[in-house]
C-alpha cells in the first residue's frame, strides 16, 4: 500500500512540475537569486575545466533546472555565466 502512495505523490508533484505556476515559481526563485546561480555555474564549470570530468553531470542538471524554468543560460569564454529571461 505504501507503494501506491508513494506513486500518486509522484504522480501529483510530476503533474505539478508541467503547470505554469510551478515555472513562474522557480523562475522567480532563481531570477531573485540570480547572482548565487551564476557563481555556481561559474565555479562548478572552473571545478569542470581543471579536469574533474564527472562536474559536467551536475553541471548539466543544474543548467537544465535553469532551462526548465524558462530562462536562459549564457556561459562567455572565460566561464562567466549570465542567466537571463527569454
Known sequence: MGNLKDTFVDDLF???K???RYK???MMEIM???K???K???SMWKIYQSGTVIQ???YNKQVKMIK???LKVFRNSAGKHKIVSR
Open 14 to 16: 510530476t503533474t505539478y
Open 18 to 20: 508541467n503547470t505554469s
Open 68 to 70: 526548465d524554468a524558462g
Open 36 to 38: 548565487a546561480f551564476e
Open 56 to 58: 559536467i553531470a551536475n
Open 40 to 42: 555556481n555555474l561559474d
Open 32 to 34: 531573485i537569486q540570480k
Open 24 to 26: 513562474d515559481d522557480a
